[in-house]
């Protein structure tokens, strides 16, 4: 069995996120992983989720797809904001509570200071940042919220965050990061 | 024992973030809750973990401090974003996939269509809203990304999203979300 991870990204938002998400499968298939799609469908679905929703369905389906997968690929690049997709991180969080190893990337290299600050009004004071509603700037010189990076060391995972020509359609970033995911898994 | 609660949310931001969290405990007090804060120190705190540098000490007494809960209250109010805090939505996937029950609140009412609409430059297109990068806007009518509202509907918690005066310092929608854990503990 080659083992099973979990693609989690703002992919899902692109035009055509079927043909998208079929062309990280065949990457993560020549790299001997098995690459599992949010928009797949489900093994066993049980037949009273028909009753939900759409969106409930969508959200109870991630939440087992997750559970199927040894590890999780998460696109972390920066979304509407200077964090990542919240979808993307929600799974984050529930994989590593699971225990899957979770790899992330990210096509902008800049880090989560940077960011920040460039999207907020931020001052100094006191040698440290504060935002226009004077909320503290996180400022340990990591990628994103600490909780990401500390979820990603404490699992035994690995992330990637390199500046790419176009942020969303870049895969050779993706790529490597499915490498390094298959050399721990 | 009283049900014990993680109180997750940007709060540890604010200006003297422990008074802060006292502010909340005590309202958690008064419902017969524990209100954990991030802020806590650890019962037992492995010693090996103060050879971790402080952002990792964090994010691992953090995920100790949910794994201790029977609830997490989420303070999800929008943040540098259409969006709520990663690091908060992090804790919340985390809580959901360990089997907790999920509460969130946010101080903002608008929808997140509505947000995502005014924090990205998108435009109509064949019955759908697409942003400035190409990427679909969800539209659901929900509270934020489907997974946050998904993982507080399956959990059987509950979500209050009301417009407070002060985004950041109002206690009133906090404590009505602390009386709604109270009952379904």
């Not at 503290?136 to 010189?141: A, N, P």
Request: net charge negative.
């Amino acid at each position: 069995m080659t083992p099973r991870v979990y693609l989690a990204g703002p992919d899902v938002f692109l035009p055509e996120p079927e043909a998208w998400a079929a062309r990280k499968k065949a990457i993560c298939g020549a790299h001997g992983l098995t690459g599992v799609s949010p928009l797949d469908a489900l093994d066993d679905e049980p037949h009273h989720w028909a009753g939900f929703p759409l969106w409930r369905q969508i959200a109870m389906r991630n939440e087992a797809h997750i559970r199927s997968c040894q590890a999780i690929v998460a696109n972390l690049t920066p979304f509407r904001g200077p964090s990542a997709d919240v979808g993307t991180v929600y799974e984050v969080g529930f994989a590593r509570a699971l225990g899957l190893k979770v790899f992330g990337y990210s096509t902008v290299a800049a880090p989560f200071l940077a960011r920040t600050l460039e999207a907020t009004e931020a001052v100094e004071r006191d040698g440290a940042w504060w935002d226009c509603d004077g909320m503290l700037v996180e400022s340990f010189g990591l990628f994103d919220n600490l909780m990401i990076p500390g979820g990603i060391d404490d699992s035994g995972g690995h992330l990637i965050a390199e500046d790419a020509a176009d942020r969303w359609r870049d895969l050779a970033i993706f790529e490597r990061c499915v490498r390094a995911a298959r050399e721990k898994l």
